[in-house]
């Protein structure tokens, strides 16, 4: 009786200490582009801005749940997802200026533009290939960029070059941290659809696609739409009270059907902050309170059901951005943090 009950605190100590989330990130992920970044809304510094509001809250705490990718991804790795002929096309600077939607940058050199845009991407790729790996070991672990998820095997546009979650998932497979018919939840609540992830993993259905998205905004694109397994799409201008509902009505009951039968190996959390009200691309009427509570709804509901949680940051086309993502990993830290 002595020894159950040891077993029984033991289980029970463990049980507190699950999840011991990660923080990936290098001041690498920021870039700016000689001003001419300010000609597009999205705050290329908001992942240094985000880090150093949270490093100033947390200090040493913070310190000792970091993780920082040593190196960017490199071409022969980015061949497990794109083909050659993609990563052809994203030498030219032309190409590069769609993909990012500054169409004044053609006019630099190749060289520049893969200086200024693509590597730093190429770090925040690595750092959610990285951010994959501690979530299987630690259980939940945020990448501070990343989230490229209308970029696909063949092509990138909406300021995405990289398809870094699949490359994750497949890094995993390639290791063996994911066995071949392991299942994987990806949730995506950016106020764009992920057509990216969809046409990625179009045929693969080990993947499992959740995404609550602004019906009539970018990308538009029907095909990828086919692919999403749970469609919470909402109207334009959808506000707080119709988000959130939507969000506690359609998850719980998706979550509950992957795992009523077998669990689910790996959630990918894509926690796009344009559903703010003061976005500019988003079309969204969401507070700041209101953000949080989805992303503390999300990630409450993937836990308790045990399931080893990826987090990237995707699309946020405010000042704020940075702020509402400061205040995720603030959760997250208060939470589960050591």
């Not at 940058?105 to 190429?122: H, K, T």
């Not at 045929?203 to 696609?209: A, G």
């Not at 969000?247 to 902050?273: E, H, I, W």
């Not at 399931?307 to 208060?334: D, K, N």
Request: hydrophobic share 40%; with cysteine; net charge positive.
């Amino acid at each position: 009786m002595v020894l159950q009950g040891r077993v029984s605190e033991l289980e029970s100590e463990v049980e507190t200490v699950w999840p011991s989330p990660r923080v990936v990130y290098s001041p690498k992920y920021n870039f700016g582009i000689f001003g001419l970044e300010r000609l597009h809304p999205f705050d290329g510094r908001k992942y240094g801005r985000a880090w150093h509001v949270v490093q100033k809250r947390f200090g040493r705490k913070l310190r000792v749940v970091h993780v920082s990718p040593r190196r960017a991804i490199r071409r022969n790795e980015l061949l497990a997802v794109h083909s050659p002929e993609y990563l052809n096309r994203l030498r030219g600077a032309k190409f590069v200026a769609g993909v990012v939607e500054i169409p004044v940058f053609r006019y630099v050199p190749g060289w520049v533009a893969d200086r200024v845009i693509l590597r730093p991407m190429r770090w925040a790729t690595m750092g959610t290939v990285v951010a994959a790996r501690e979530a299987m070991e630690h259980g939940l672990a945020i990448n501070l960029s990343g989230g490229y998820h209308h970029a696909s095997p063949n092509d990138g546009h909406g300021f995405s070059a990289y398809a870094d979650v699949a490359l994750a998932i497949e890094g995993l497979r390639t290791s063996g941290r994911l066995k071949e018919g392991d299942k994987v939840v990806y949730i995506d609540l950016d106020a764009h659809q992920g057509n990216g992830v969809c046409r990625t993993y179009f045929e693969d259905r080990r993947v499992f696609i959740y995404d609550q998205y602004n019906r009539h905004i970018f990308p538009l694109d029907v095909r990828a739409q086919r692919r999403i397994d749970c469609d919470a799409s909402v109207e334009g201008g959808c506000g707080e009270c119709d988000y959130l509902a939507t969000l506690r009505q359609k998850l719980p009951a998706f979550l509950d059907g992957l795992t009523r039968n077998d669990g689910v190996s790996l959630g990918v959390y894509n926690a796009g902050t344009d559903i703010f009200v003061a976005d500019q691309l988003g079309g969204m009427n969401v507070s700041a309170a209101g953000v949080l509570e989805r992303d503390r709804f999300v990630l409450e509901q993937l836990i308790k059901r045990r399931i080893p949680t990826l987090v990237v940051l995707s699309g946020g086309y405010s000042q704020h951005s940075y702020e509402l993502v400061a205040a995720m990993v603030s959760f997250v830290m208060e939470r589960w943090g050591v």
